[in-house]
């Protein structure tokens, strides 16, 4: 067990089977709030909430490694920004933050957000109301990660893939929604397995991007005692 989590790769395995497991549960258990993937503040939710918090505490985790080691964090700050990144999106999974943007925003902006919803109406935007709002800070994130990305190959980062899958798996997620939450789709014949496609690359991705913070951290951890 000691060896076990030693390995990215087990790690890795672990919390996919632990994935399968919770879709698995929908699947077997449709009829039963608790297991529904389209539910809110259930098992799923939850589940998937607190891995993310769980990925934030790993990346900080690297942070306090990295500044231990180097006394600064120059070229580092990527940690910041996924620990920062993936905090947010686990309080927005447990808290439903998302599923009630357009009433935060209308409360906060006013009249500015609802001419922005109206806006987006006319040019024949037709789904979720939380995606306009979303959207901006997504390309901008993606921007970045690429740019980590291809600057962590270049590096030789372990397991870089893995981030790379993780993020383009929450893309992915995010066009399916795009998708089934359009009025001719929610709630019609097959939108059930479009709720299953989105939530399941949505709970995938996230396991690969703590995959890849938990390879470095064992990689930080152990280069650290050698110290």
Known sequence: MKNFFKSPFSFLLLFLSIDVLIILLHLIFPQMAVFHLDYESNLPTIYQGSKL????????LIVCLIYLKKGTLKREWFWVLLA????????????????????????????SAVLYES??????????????YYI?????????????IFRFMKEKIPNVWM???????????IAIEYVNTMPHIMFQEGYNEYVIAEESLEIFGATFILAFAGSVLIEKMTSFRKV
Do not use: C, R
């Not at 918090?53 to 900080?60: E, N, P």
């Not at 993936?86 to 999974?93: H, S």
């Not at 901006?136 to 980590?148: C, M, R």
């Open 53 to 60: 918090i769980f990925s934030t505490t790993v990346s900080l």
């Open 84 to 111: 920062g990144m993936t905090f947010f999106l686990g309080i927005d999974e447990i808290g439903q933050l998302h599923e009630n943007i357009s009433t935060y925003m209308k409360e906060i902006i006013g009249e």
């Open 119 to 132: 806006s987006i109406t006319d040019l024949g935007y037709a789904s979720t109301t939380w995606l306009p």
């Open 136 to 148: 901006g800070p997504f390309i901008v994130l993606t921007l970045v990660v690429a740019y980590f």
């Open 163 to 173: 981030m790379a899958v993780g993020w383009g798996l929450f893309l992915l997620a």
